[in-house]
């Protein structure tokens, strides 16, 4: 009888997802192995129920790459929440009488993966195939993650509509957009779209009151009006929820079985428009600021040719490294080859967690976004006439303008 090869996919969708389970499942026929695909990720593993499966064929998957979401599902289930969670994921997989095990997910997953594969010291193979639009995961050669170019594209197509309106109706938007971790899809949508700025987490290195952030935005607000535009986009980051105190919101902040936050469930963007039209009253600005939420939109958008061609090598990578006799690692790609990392490597040693790709504010792919975005800067209160042209904006006098926002220019 056949070795078996099993695939499933955990945490949020990406784009791309089906290209892993199409690339995998037709290397595994090619060397022999019966694929069966395991739906909704870990959750009825983690449960200690047999999970619903499907043996899939040649013609399950042979057009599926170039499709988004994921034939399998998908569950935000964590299957190494305690270790009786974990001892019935792994009694489970043994009951479905699986040699290898390929998962596809982002660092929750590859978290699960890393915890599963530790325990079962090769008895089940098991490789993860890194997946998040959030760009977040610390791949070789600073590597994307496959769905974050179909996610920035969608994205920033869907803010060149919003630029459009917004020159058309006077009006600001505030957009936020997933990245709990990682700025990087904000930042790649903003630099891609030309939007008036972005906001991100790595822009505070320590905790930020949502005053600042406020003022950040309401800032590039006044300076555009300088020179006569009262338009703009301004791109910020989710993740900027976990560095704000949370009495900033009215509901109690929720968190999911890996303990992070509930992003989807804090209206963040709501808060942000709020905010910001009281501090617009305050200094006498009278623009007009919207909210908008770009997420779910991206998450499974057909794959952009760059998605389809990566996942295709990634899922093939998967399964020639468990073959060849390897498990527990994260199958990334360095050169247009294939290289495992060990996923006991991931882990950051102070937190036991996945390590986490931030964006660094110290490369010239970021400065280039920065310099043309609008924003206040130091050299707007050290030039004193323009200082009194922003100052000329509002109803405060210069020396008021710059006590309320000369924090910003140095955050």
């Known amino acids: ?51 619903k499966t499907i043996e899939l064929t040649f013609d399950d998957v042979s057009r599926i790459h170039t499709s988004g979401g994921s034939i399998l599902r998908t569950s935000r289930t964590n299957p190494a929440r305690d270790e009786a969670t974990l001892d019935r994921c792994i009694a489970a997989l043994a009951s479905l009488d699986i040699r290898y095990l390929v998962c596809v997910g982002g660092d929750d997953t590859t978290f699960g993966a890393a915890k599963i594969a530790e325990r079962m010291r090769g008895r089940v193979g098991v490789a993860t195939v890194p997946k998040t639009i959030d760009n977040d995961l610390p791949l070789p050669d600073n590597a994307p993650t496959f769905g974050f170019e179909t996610a920035r594209s969608v994205g920033a197509g869907i803010l060149e509509s919003l630029m459009e309106d917004a020159r058309t109706t006077e009006r600001w938007y505030v957009v936020v957009c997933m990245g709990r971790k990682s700025g990087a899809l904000a930042l790649g949508m903003c630099k891609a779209a030309g939007s008036t700025l972005a906001v991100l987490p790595e822009e505070f290195p320590d905790r930020a009151d949502l005053q600042l952030v406020v003022d950040t935005i309401v800032g590039a607000i006044v300076k555009r009006r300088v020179v006569g535009r009262r338009h703009g986009i301004a791109v910020v980051a989710e993740g900027i929820v976990e560095l704000l105190d949370q009495d900033a919101f009215t509901a109690p902040v929720e968190r999911d079985s890996f303990g992070n936050v509930r992003l989807a469930d804090i209206p963040l963007g709501t808060v942000l428009r709020d905010s910001m039209r009281e501090r617009l009253k305050e200094i006498g600005v009278d623009s007009i600021v919207h909210t908008k939420d770009i997420g779910y939109e991206l998450r ?87 200082l009194h042209a922003l100052s000329a904006q509002t109803n405060v006098p210069p020396d008021e303008f710059r006590s309320i926002f000369e924090r910003v220019a140095l955050a």
């Open 300 to 386: 499974c958008a057909k794959p952009v040719p760059f998605d389809v061609d990566y996942t295709r090598t990634l899922g093939y990578g998967a399964v020639r490294y468990l073959i060849e006799g390897g498990s527990g690692a994260l199958i990334a790609l360095s050169g247009g080859k294939v290289q495992p990392v060990a996923l006991a490597d991931l882990l950051d040693p102070r937190t036991g967690r996945i390590r986490t790709r931030r964006v660094d504010t110290t490369t010239e792919a970021y400065r280039v976004a920065r310099d043309y975005m609008v924003r206040l800067e130091p050299i707007d209160f050290s030039d004193e006439q323009r």
């Open 1 to 51: 009888m056949s070795e078996t090869l099993a695939i499933l996919v955990g945490g949020g969708p990406a784009p791309g997802i089906n290209g892993v389970i199409a690339a995998a499942a037709m290397e595994g026929f090619k060397c022999g192995l019966r694929i069966v695909g395991i739906y909704d990720g870990y959750r009825d593993l983690a449960a200690g129920r047999e999970p």
